[in-house]
């Protein structure tokens, strides 16, 4: 900036700083705007601008006594207005101003951002209207636990588990002894070799057998869908991302939810409602840790 723009700024923010305020002042609110813009258009009757405006007739009158005495509109019949010049150039330029401003850019993306995720919300709730969703609470329990980490950890684990539980009787009743699983570890991109792990409810007296672990379960709710693992794994989906669809419908139900949020301080189950027929025939229930929005 220089000597003269310094010395031009001073004298609008100094000597003129108070006849600017009232013009600025004059269109600081925003039915006064609603009035320029509509003058903008055409001169406009007292009764028109009420109508407008929504405004009574004294508060229309207070508003239109601010644009006039900063002349930026004037009165040129009983009951009719039209804008000024310097009203024109004022709002033009205030208008070009503003819509070149980081603050509107600002603005605007905050607008994009949360119409885009409102787009994105009712996509999700488009995608998973089919999906029956209950909460249930698991009590507390004690379980038996096997695990197995190879290309078929789930085969292999249930192997290690049927061997141990079925002589027993445990799988003949999957309501009084029911049976949960989880992947332990995940899989990784590039790995064929992952984990699983078996667990089985037992009696709180449990204290674990050999290389049988005892483990204790805080239980919590759940929201809990069904789904059937083979029909999802041969589905489009399914191939391209090697897991179940159920399981990311689920999560996004829980998100959308206005009630739960996601607990991810317990663990994922998957319940087998039969592990021992054929993969084609097999059922599951997951179960999403949930928690109450507080």
């Not at 509109?73 to 401003?101: C, M, N, W």
């Not at 969703?133 to 004690?142: C, K, S, T």
């Not at 049927?162 to 029911?178: F, I, S, T």
Request: aromatic fraction near 10%.
């Amino acid at each position: 900036m220089n000597d003269t723009d310094t010395e031009t700024a001073w004298n609008v923010t100094g000597k003129l700083g108070k006849d600017l305020a009232v013009v600025l002042g004059a269109l600081a609110n925003q039915k006064r705007l609603q009035v320029l813009s509509a003058l903008l258009i055409r001169p406009r009757l007292f009764g028109d601008l009420r109508t407008l405006t929504g405004l009574g007739k004294t508060a229309l009158s207070h508003h239109l006594g601010l644009l006039v005495k900063a002349d930026v509109i004037k009165q040129t019949g009983r009951g009719q207005y039209e804008i000024t010049p310097d009203g024109q150039a004022f709002l033009t330029v205030i208008s070009s101003s503003y819509l070149e401003s980081s603050r509107y850019e600002q603005l605007q993306s905050t607008r994009t951002k949360r119409y885009i995720e409102k787009i994105y919300a009712l996509r999700k709730e488009k995608e998973i209207e089919d999906l029956f969703v209950q909460v249930v609470e698991l009590e507390p329990m004690r379980v038996a636990s096997f695990r197995a980490f190879s290309a078929s950890p789930e085969i292999d684990a249930w192997k290690k588990m049927r061997a141990w539980a079925q002589p027993q009787g445990l799988l003949d009743d999957y309501n009084k002894y029911p049976v949960f699983g989880f992947n332990n570890p995940n899989p990784s991109p590039g790995q064929k070799e992952y984990g699983y792990e078996f667990w089985i409810r037992m009696g709180s007296l449990f204290k674990g057998e050999g290389e049988i672990e005892a483990r204790d379960y805080e239980g919590g709710l759940f929201a809990v869908t069904t789904c059937k693992p083979w029909e999802e794994m041969q589905s489009d989906y399914g191939k391209k991302h090697g897991f179940l669809e159920s399981w990311k419908k689920l999560v996004d139900w829980v998100i959308l939810s206005e009630k739960y949020e996601m607990d991810t301080s317990r663990q994922e189950l998957e319940k087998p409602h039969d592990q021992d027929v054929p993969f084609e025939q097999l059922v599951l229930d997951l179960y999403q840790p949930i928690k109450e929005i507080q």
